[in-house]
Antibody
Framework: EIQLLESGGGLVQPGGSLLLSCAAS????????MTWVRHVPGKGLQWVST????????HYADSVKGRFTISRDNSRNTLYLQMSSLRAEDTAVYYC??????????????WGQGTLLIVSS | EIVMTQSPATLSVSPGERAALSCRAS??????LAWYQQKPGQAPRLLIY???ARPTDIPARFSGSGSGAEFTLTISSLQSEDFAVYYC?????????FGQGTRLETK
């Protein structure tokens, strides 16, 4: 059974930093791209970042480029999102999702349960 | 950036009836289109990919159609568990983009 478990969310002051993690199991992690998507309360889904499995190619939404860094440890089956210079508009539930394949843009076939980030003073 | 526009924003349908949700892309995305279902407090679930392919665990009452820039998600006979928010998403190019969602509610 494929499982994705996010952790690391919480309350952070504007300008602060936070690291999200996503522990994956039930599939060969290194063979798949992995993606972060956020859901702003009362609004829709927003793609944040994707990282390829074998070659580690990264892509970012313009709204987070230069502030967020996606990374992965294929030996630990874990995906990360290092977030810095956080803003109120980054407040959202952050989902980790598995790409259906690797090395390109793909639909997201499995999702974690999400972790809530609140940016507020 | 490819803009995805869903209509209507809210659709009111009675259980047992058919629902058709629309999604339009700002340019051709061939068939690189996915549909997701999201219920309150839950993660999104992939319903359709490749515009019309269905994962094995998705019921046959869900079907997708379209290509280029116009797409439709059809639910043939609505069950109580189908009332949720539905999102389309293009994966033709970066950045990946979602529609704003259609809320399917009980009439």
């Amino acid at each position: 059974e494929i499982q994705l478990l996010e952790s690391g969310g919480g309350l952070v002051q504007p300008g602060g930093s936070l690291l999200l993690s996503c522990a994956a199991s039930g599939f060969t992690f290194s063979n798949y791209g992995m993606t972060w998507v956020r859901h702003v309360p009362g609004k829709g889904l927003q793609w944040v970042s994707t990282m390829g499995g074998r070659y580690g190619t990264t892509h970012y939404a313009d709204s987070v480029k230069g502030r967020f860094t996606i990374s992965r440890d294929n030996s630990r089956n874990t995906l990360y999102l290092q977030m810095s210079s956080l803003r109120a508009e980054d407040t959202a539930v952050y989902y980790c999702a598995k790409d259906r394949s690797d090395n390109s843009a793909w639909p997201l076939d499995y999702w974690g349960q999400g972790t809530l980030l609140i940016v507020s003073s | 950036e490819i803009v995805m526009t869903q209509s209507p924003a809210t659709l009111s349908v009675s259980p047992g009836e058919r629902a058709a949700l629309s999604c339009r892309a700002s340019q051709s995305i061939t068939t690189n289109l996915a549909w997701y279902q999201q219920k309150p407090g839950q993660a999104p679930r992939l319903l359709i990919y490749g515009a019309s392919a269905r994962p094995t665990d998705i019921p046959a009452r869900f079907s997708g159609s379209g290509s280029g820039a116009e797409f439709t998600l059809t639910i043939s006979s609505l069950q109580s568990e189908d009332f949720a928010v539905y999102y389309c998403q293009q994966y033709y190019g970066w950045p990946l983009t979602f529609g704003q969602g259609t809320r399917l509610e009980t009439k």
